[in-house]
């Protein structure tokens, strides 16, 4: 059982991740799809006259802005065009994917965060409107079922709230969690660089090898929206995954070079 | 096993419908909600710049013109935004929902249409690089196993074409289609009038009941849109759905009222 996560970073190449995907799938690979899509709703939101606004949290998180105007434009990016089309990419590949939200039968369910504490131009400041969260719990019932019966899951954020309301959740820790329940063998979180870099964004100073045992170093290199993904790796390593692999999302066969070590492997 | 279809057009009162279709769910009713979206696909292409086009073809139906970026912002509502919407309303009703397109695990499988001819400005003229077709096979294996452990299958064009295409599919035809291979007691087609009308839209000249054995000639009485939904039910009807019932979907109740035989019954 491997988890893939593909960004939605410009620069990815999703149909060269869909090849992949559905050739290890064909050969019998036990795996669940997870994947973003922040590039695109940046584009859509600002010609829909919402333009995209991000955060950080006082802890020094970055996040996207989640009103509900932003949650309904999310869903049409993630759920809608880039949920369907890697469905249909899959399905051309002869991989028999469907494609899920957290929302979907309670796949990913977590706590909306009632107050984001964020800093604004150097000052404090609680969000209380906005719908964001954290996945704490993973619906591997509905995933177990549908792989056993020869469907390849392709999972999507938002998730849903203990109570209900969709929630903004970050992809690369959704799939970390997806990965943890269901006790995956690797994690590959593929985005649009080489893998964990020491200086970002130089690519020839990418970090081969880190030891699980000093994993939490790997933060202090990590930066902006690497510091997600690292934060994911140290939970889902943490919990029983085997390894966690960074790949590269931009070249062909993105998904078996990162099997075979390329990128920051943790593990 | 009931069958129930919410149509996209303004005035329908989705909040209502979810209501409905939740209590009706969690009193043990087996059953599959199918939707559309075309009022908001409509606002939406207008906001993104590439307004929607209708088209009519030689045998007098009126279909969206379906270029390959009309099919993507028809996934972005349909998919995303109005199932995503849906789910969450039946999600907060208690009913454990799950949306699908047919693209997921081939759920709505068709033939894209190679050309389609259609009238314009009087004059004939070939469409090729339309995506539209009809749903010929539903998976139904995938929406018993999902009913079979407790979800609640939400369904939503497009569809599949046989070459793994996304093709737009007329909703009430799909949901007549899923009747039919489900072997449905009952069809509901809900929209934002209380029926068929023998003088559109004079709701005073709504038609309460058609005789099966004569239900083409309703098809003299239909216009439009509503063409497309006697079609659908002629066929539903013909391969063994029990009865079709056009109901009013901006009401309260509005399963139960058209069940209760509110609305036009054939059957």
């Known amino acids: 059982m491997i988890v893939i996560k593909v960004g939605g970073s410009e620069g990815i190449d999703l149909a060269a991740v869909c090849r992949d995907v559905a050739a290890l799938w064909k050969e019998g690979q036990r795996l669940v799809l997870v994947h973003g899509g922040s590039h695109r709703t940046n584009e859509v939101a600002t010609l829909l006259g919402h333009p995209p606004q991000f955060v950080t949290s006082v802890s020094g998180f970055t996040s996207r802005r989640t009103d509900r105007e932003t949650l309904r434009i999310f869903e049409m990016v993630y759920c809608g065009e880039v949920n369907k089309g890697i469905v249909e990419m899959l399905q051309a590949e002869g991989a028999n994917a469907i494609g899920l939200s957290g929302l979907d039968g309670r796949l990913l369910e977590g706590t909306r965060k009632e107050a984001i504490k964020i800093i604004e131009n150097g000052r ?3 969000l209380r409107d906005d719908y964001t969260g ?3 719990r993973v619906n591997i019932g509905l995933l177990n079922l549908l792989l056993d019966h020869g ?15 969709a929630i903004n959740v970050d992809g690369d820790r959704a799939a970390a969690m997806i990965a943890t329940a269901m006790g995956a063998e690797a994690l590959i979180i593929l985005s649009n660089v080489p893998g964990l870099l020491r200086q970002f964004p130089d690519e020839s100073t990418l970090i081969r090898h880190i030891d699980p045992q000093r994993v939490e170093e790997a933060m202090a290199h990590a930066e902006g929206r690497m510091k997600m993904k ?3 790796a140290i939970e889902a390593l943490q919990q029983g995954v085997g390894k966690v692999i960074f790949g590269d999302g931009r070249i062909e066969h993105p998904v078996r070079a990162a099997l075979a070590g390329q990128g920051t492997v943790i593990g």
């Open 124 to 126: 404090r400041r609680v």
């Open 134 to 136: 954290t996945v704490e």
């Open 151 to 165: 469907y390849l899951p392709v999972v999507t954020p938002p998730a849903i709230s203990t109570n209900h309301e």
């Open 230 to 232: 690292v934060l994911g």
